[in-house]
């Protein structure tokens, strides 16, 4: 197939057309808010450069513009960073992934949409599209990344991960169908990927057009790029990445982000056995202030992505709700998979997207479902109140 | 379908016709086949007998009648024995996994081959096949009970497991395609399995009419019966049942068993942890010997099945040899997952099918693979020196 002939049946002439800096903007802004997680940058951008040398059209439609009735799924990876690094994908794995779901579906794929923001989940849609000859819509099911598969408000809109098409570099084929059962999905696929020796390539979510019109976080390609783009330009002027990034996000999506902790790394508490035993990267992360944040501690959990902060023992951040730490100089995020003692960077954290704020978003990956004996805190109001108590002080 | 239909289809006039009678001998003589593990009968011949109070047919055929080119799988349960007493099946399970398997593979399916000789996977398969209107074909795919998917003579002689479906009562599907690689296979059902709560219903090994003449372990359901016919006779007419369990195996498999040891278990060890992580019910029993046997001390280590027997400190019996305990009374076998302290019973030792025997089939399920640093040594041999070396003594 090919993308033109997609757009054509569709009668359609707005499209965007990526490529290789596009990618390049797309993917960082995507890792900054992958908070933490997400995976290496470097696998899913090579692997969409090659795509594009090969001249092979990457193509995002915006999700208006989608026909209601086709079917569109998510190619995507599952399993553990870390282990990711040393076993890069090969090629095929995501058309096979796709050709095993549209043979149990019985329909053929017209569309792929990125699961999360992150670092290979965003332009490993964009190559799988471009691989297939379809275009990758401008939305996702997180607008951050997290570390299980039914956390997305596709879940929360009641759309199913049902039936997922799990498979290695070696051709092994898991395909899991649980129907409206999201959290065995995920344990199923975690066990696959694990069974795999890690790591597992999987295409998941299929949906209609008008599904993905009505659950997913729309637009939120558009946001990505924006963040991703104003970082680069960051650097290239030499202003500040991290105030870079929350401008744009205020242009992008209109909400305000914070800029709470400047400080470095002290102490690393890895979960090791998690790795092997959950197929999660977790553990405990201290920083000492620096500069303005002189004499104060953030204390962070993550798994595989951040999920939880405290500054001097309050917290100020809780799940959806998103974490990053980026780099002084650079913008660029310190991932769990790879930080180490001694980073600096700048604790800047954002509002959840409203449709990951919903009900039964609070219960699939609010605090409590992580393990916090927590309610729900919307960070503005967490950090609102920490602004006045300072000034009442 | 109609098993009728599929005779006529094969010109088929020589079939066995299996009645609740015939069933329950069956079941029998594989549960003392299937050395300790296999699970509890009554799930399995249960649910025969309402498939035959249903008034649908159960016909077992001779491997020698079936077409070349026709699709046969096994349909059977993976799990955890212990957890099946408490999570009765649904009748439907193996419907789904098999109509599952027929539309991945786009083939019906025609005959059905029990998996192994066992208390539930005996019966489940003649249950399937009256349910889906087809024939059951005499052999099977060990002539014992083994604890791993990939521990069969088909695998041994080149067919693998691969496509694998694997439902449960809840209608979850996953579907296993790991082509040549039996081992992975095992895993990722041992993690479905387990995902799902501890058991789980499969439709595997598909494979043609000619493998299933070629690989299986011809005749196996025959000699089941066999065992099965003499041991109830034994106790209508009070005769000794484990002498007839050793007779009807000279007669029908023309083999000698060996009955080696009367004894009382004094002393269960389980492993509890191994249920849950590893979906296997394993230990170790200690059995102290009466009457001929007085002062002698037999040690078994069990996976679901007895691995392994040492008497006084000697291996007498290694896998896939196989060793049953058999009720002084009753001749009925003593299951690893539920003894308990103060059974009374023989163990008697039987030599595995020569199709179990292969170099191969010694790496697959011979004494390493079990972590035992033994060499495979024939429990003929083992107790063929015995009694040498007692009479030198």
């Known amino acids: 197939m090919n993308v033109r002939e997609v757009l054509r049946e569709w009668g359609l002439n707005d499209f965007r057309v990526i490529d290789k800096r596009a990618i390049e903007e797309i993917t960082l802004g995507a890792s900054i808010l992958a908070t933490g997680g997400g995976g290496d940058p470097e696998i899913g951008l090579l692997w969409t450069y090659k795509v594009i040398e090969e001249g092979k059209e990457i193509i995002m439609v915006d999700p208006k513009d989608v026909p209601d009735d086709i079917l569109v799924a998510s190619p995507a990876c599952l399993g553990a960073a870390l282990v990711l690094t040393e076993k890069p994908p090969s090629r ?7 050709s ?7 329909k053929k794929l017209k569309a792929t949409v990125p699961i999360e923001c992150g670092g290979v989940n965003s332009p490993v849609a964009y190559a ?23 956390m997305t408000s596709w879940v929360t809109h009641g759309v199913h991960s049902s039936p997922t098409v799990s498979v290695d570099n070696r051709g092994n084929v898991t395909i899991i169908d649980t129907r409206e059962d999201d959290l065995r999905a995920e344990t199923l696929c975690r066990r696959a990927a694990m069974a795999y020796g890690g790591i597992s390539w999987i295409a998941t979510y299929p949906m209609s057009g008008k599904e993905v019109k009505e659950t997913s976080i729309l637009n939120s390609q558009s ?28 242009e992008s999506r209109d909400v305000e982000g914070y800029n709470v902790f400047k400080g470095k790394i002290v102490d690393i508490k890895r979960e090791f056995g998690s790795e092997m035993t959950k197929g999660f990267t977790s553990g405990q992360v201290t920083m000492e202030g620096i500069e303005k944040d002189k004499g104060n501690t953030a204390f962070l959990d993550f798994q595989n992505e951040w999920l939880n902060l405290r500054i001097n023992g309050k917290v100020r951040c809780m799940p959806p709700d998103l974490i990053a730490i980026l780099d002084l100089e650079t913008g660029e995020p310190i991932r769990t998979d790879i930080m180490k003692y001694g980073y600096r960077g700048s604790i800047v954290l954002i509002p959840a997207h409203n449709r990951m704020r919903t009900d039964k978003g609070i219960t699939i990956f609010g605090p409590r479902h992580f393990g916090y004996n927590l309610d729900y805190i919307p960070v503005e109001e967490l950090n609102f109140k920490e602004e006045e108590d300072e000034r009442r002080e």
């Open 128 to 150: 799988a599209a471009g691989e297939l000859g379809v275009p990758v819509i401008d939305v996702d099911g997180m607008n951050r990344a997290f570390p299980e598969l039914q």
């Open 100 to 106: 095993k779901l549209e043979s149990y579906i019985g």
């Open 223 to 250: 946001i990505a790029w924006a963040i991703g783009r104003a970082v680069l330009r960051a650097r290239r002027s030499h202003c500040d990445p991290v105030a870079e990034v929350l401008r744009s996000l205020k």
């Open 92 to 98: 095929g794995v995501l058309n096979l992934a796709v």
